[in-house]
């Protein structure tokens, strides 16, 4: 049979009509299935957001070096490595960054271990100010406004020790070594070890 219906194979559905018109070739207008909300494609999200910026580490530098080089350095720098007298107060604010209770020990240390280190007293007790009473470093009681690094009598001798190696320079080089103002932290440490592990023997 020659039929509309013969067109359709097995299987086959017709197109969905509509209930009224005709398109205008006359033939049935096709509807378009209506997709559910449901299943509607969702709208991609912003992207014109800027992103965060990726952390940037802090530089080393004055956090790798040992408070104490500081403190030299920053005594060296006010009185010009005249090995004269520095105040506690300016100091302090050359390691504003650094705890400050660090500090205070950090200078107590150095004057006591070191013979060519010393904190004093201001004479002139007039001249201090409110922030210098505040910076002073009590010892025995009695508060030190003052710090001096002494040249030391062989500067030569910290140059002898490391080319020697700490085990095999003499004693006189180790103590002039341990007492001069250049001598990093870590190698004081060294040769404060090295004298005691001689003073056992």
């Known amino acids: 049979m020659g039929g509309r219906g013969s067109s359709l194979g097995k299987g086959n559905r017709p197109p969905a009509t509509s209930s009224g018109s005709t398109g ?104 201090l100010q409110e922030e210098d009473h505040a910076a002073a470093i009590p010892v025995g009681g009695e508060p030190q406004h003052l710090i001096v690094i002494q040249p030391v009598q062989d500067p030569d001798a910290l140059g002898r020790v490391q080319a020697a190696g700490f085990a095999s320079a003499t004693d006189a080089d180790l103590e002039a070594a341990r007492v001069h103002h250049g001598t990093p932290s870590t190698v004081y440490d060294q040769i404060r070890a090295e004298q005691k592990r001689r003073a056992r023997q």
């Open 24 to 127: 205008g070739g006359g033939g049935p207008a096709r509807v378009e299935p209506v997709v559910p909300a449901t299943e509607q494609p969702k709208a991609e999200p912003e992207t014109d957001a800027p992103e965060p910026p990726m952390p940037v580490p802090e530089p080393a530098g004055d956090w790798a070096r040992s408070i104490e080089d500081r403190i030299r350095d920053a005594v060296a720098e006010l009185t010009r490595g005249d090995g004269g007298w520095a105040g506690i107060t300016d100091i302090r604010k050359a390691l504003a960054d650094v705890d400050q209770d660090k500090v205070t020990q950090t200078l107590r240390d150095m004057a006591r271990n070191n013979p060519n280190i010393h904190l004093a007293p201001e004479s002139n007790r007039k001249t």
